[in-house]
């Protein structure tokens, strides 16, 4: 990590903490929107620190709460809309979404849920969505992640979080919900790969990246009337769009 980052970081969860004492705030206490409390104060500093200094302060939660920063950043910006009517598409990646696209993605979903119910498509999308996680991450998830008594997941932490690159944390657990339900059903039909601790599979092993970013292209032109193709990454940023506060 460069000195200039690690000094800003530094800073922030300092005046961070600052914050938290003269309020009487102890760890127990902090929440989303003690981060949201805390950016007021920063009302009067450019954009631009806001970002830096909430991803300071989500690196920080994240290590307290054993999640990945993105969500906590995520679930910040959300909050700062509704309030505040302050959009930060740095901190939220559902706010680069256009509403038609927003739509497509919609239309896509509900054609997998009713024509595609516990495909490999439907499980890998259904997963993104429950657990706001990266399609590389769902794809690199083994049989032994998967906690079907508990209705949890475990989720690697990706290397470009600063957390995670400093190995402070490694994984992450996720709810499953509904999706709990999808899984068990793609599971029971799929043909695994013996050769293999992937829980998403092909004949030769574990689903790629390319054959998963065809898959979603080709289902999506198919369904959409417009022919447009959804990807992924796009997938990835709808999943921020409903997030608990």
């Not at 200094?53 to 994240?62: E, F, G, P, T």
């Not at 399609?135 to 906690?147: F, S, Y």
Request: net charge negative.
């Amino acid at each position: 990590v460069p000195a200039s980052t690690f000094d800003s970081q530094t800073n922030t969860i300092r005046e961070f903490a600052s914050y938290c004492e003269e309020n009487g705030l102890t760890v127990a206490d902090l929440s989303i929107n003690t981060a949201v409390w805390f950016v007021d104060e920063l009302e009067t500093r450019s954009d631009k620190t806001i970002i830096g200094q909430v991803a300071s302060i989500a690196n920080l939660l994240a290590f307290a709460w054993q999640q990945d920063p993105k969500i906590i950043q995520a679930r910040v910006a959300a909050v700062l809309k509704r309030s505040h009517g302050r959009v930060y598409p740095e901190l939220n990646p559902a706010f680069r979404l256009d509403e038609g696209t927003r739509d497509q993605i919609e239309t896509v979903l509900e054609w997998m849920r009713r024509s595609r119910y516990g495909t490999r498509l439907h499980a890998v999308s259904a997963l993104m969505l429950a657990a706001h996680v990266r399609p590389g991450d769902a794809l690199m998830i083994d049989e032994a992640d998967v906690d079907f008594d508990a209705s949890s997941i475990r989720i690697r932490l990706p290397q470009t979080h600063l957390i995670g690159k400093n190995e402070f944390i490694s994984h992450r657990t996720a709810e499953l919900g509904d999706t709990l339900d999808v899984l068990e059903t793609y599971r029971q039909y799929s043909q695994a790969d013996a050769g293999t601790d992937a829980f998403f599979t092909t004949p030769r092993g574990r689903l790629s990246d390319a054959t998963f970013y065809r898959n979603i292209r080709s289902n999506s032109q198919r369904v959409l009337t417009d022919g447009a193709a959804l990807t992924p990454k796009q997938l990835w940023r709808y999943s921020f769009t409903h997030l608990d506060p």
